[in-house]
């Protein structure tokens, strides 16, 4: 079973940038995609950032411009460079692979954002 482990997450002002690194047990080239997602509180998790295996990048609307995906497959590593934060991305921000059928989406522990007003 893959293992993801988050890092990175922390208490900004808005307007600031935060970068979170996650680290994979297997190559991302074992995944369909990877990326991050968030929940906050009171709602449901949403997919934020994904990179497919082949490089293809898509992002939610409501961070596009702001936020980055960076892969490094070398170290089996995905990042997240968030920058221009706003109080509304305060949220868990979790790691996860996509495993393709039967398996789905593994997830990791999450990583506490808090973005201050």
């Known amino acids: 079973q893959v293992q993801l482990v988050e890092s990175g997450g922390g208490l900004v002002q808005a307007g600031g940038s935060l970068r979170l690194s996650c680290s994979s047990s297997?190559?991302?080239?074992?995944?369909?995609?990877m990326g991050w997602g968030r929940q906050a509180p009171g709602k449901q998790r949403e997919l934020v950032a994904d990179i497919s295996r082949g490089g293809i990048i898509t992002y939610q609307d409501s961070v596009k411009g702001r936020f980055t995906i960076g892969r490094d497959d070398a170290k089996n590593t995905v990042y997240l460079q968030m920058n221009s934060l706003k109080p509304e991305d305060t949220a868990v921000y979790y790691c996860?692979?996509?495993?393709?059928?039967?398996?789905?989406?593994?997830w990791g522990q999450g990583t506490q954002v808090t973005v201050s007003s």
């Open positions: 297997r190559s991302a080239f074992a995944f369909t995609a």
């Open positions: 996860n692979a996509d495993q393709g059928p039967p398996l789905g989406r593994a």
